[in-house]
């Protein structure tokens, strides 16, 4: 089983539907991320949470909200998707310390009719 | 804010080497991470650099110079299976927050 695992990993929604992407890991991390990617734009962080207290915007968090129920779950809500929103989400985590590393799900492909 | 700039596309042949460069602005640079990503896939975490210097892992190194806010990734003995994007990632602040580049597509031709 995937360390970082992502539900749905295909969705195809209309415009102005709510939509959850989830994300569960077993690496017992705290740190957890929701990415978006563009063709030609690479990762966009959207939020991201050191702990279930803590959860920060990132670049592009317009039009997203998040929460994180336990440490193991972190889940990114549209509440109105829009067709500029149809991209590919990553949900990613990190442990403590300086390793650099990022360990990623495989991969939301979202598409907004 | 930061910013991130790598080449968009490279082409190279098997078993040749390629250099794949990146430049950073960011306010608190911590350190300078790669990743592969193949089509349709995860990104893959390949080296991370935080001082000066080069880190070799196997065919791949990686080398940082934070007065030039500058990083390359190095390929040898490139391989058909080596085609692929490849990102760098500047850690920004001690939390460990990423922000990426747009990502070069290496294509690896026989």
């Known amino acids: 089983d995937a360390d970082v695992t992502q539900t749905p990993r295909n969705r195809i929604t209309k415009t102005g539907k709510r939509i959850m992407l989830e994300c569960s890991q077993t690496?017992?991390?705290?740190?957890m991320y929701w990415y978006r990617q563009d063709p030609g734009l690479g990762l966009r962080l959207i939020y991201y949470s050191f702990d279930v207290k803590d959860i920060n915007k990132g670049e592009i968090s317009d039009g997203y909200s998040v929460s994180r129920q336990a440490q193991a779950k972190f889940s990114l809500s549209l509440e109105s998707a829009i067709p500029n929103q149809t991209a590919l989400y990553f949900c990613?985590?990190?442990?403590?310390?300086?390793?650099?590393?990022?360990?990623f799900g495989e991969g939301s492909r979202l598409t907004v009719l | 804010g930061q910013s991130l700039e790598q080449p968009s596309e490279v082409t190279a042949v098997e078993g040749a080497i390629v250099q794949i460069n990146c430049t950073y602005q960011?306010?608190?640079?911590?350190?300078l991470s790669w990743y592969q990503q193949h089509d349709g896939g995860a990104p893959t975490f390949l080296s991370y650099n935080a001082l000066d210097g080069l880190e070799e892992t196997g065919r791949f190194s990686s080398f940082l110079s934070r007065s030039d806010s500058y990083g390359y990734l190095l390929l040898q003995e490139l391989q058909m299976k080596d085609s692929a994007s490849y990102f760098c990632a500047v850690r920004d602040g001690d939390f460990n927050k990423f922000y990426f580049g747009s990502g070069t597509k290496l294509n690896v031709k026989p």
């Open positions: 690496k017992g991390h705290d740190r």
């Open positions: 960011t306010s608190g640079f911590y350190g």
């Open positions: 990613a985590t990190s442990g403590y310390g300086t390793t650099g590393e990022l360990f």
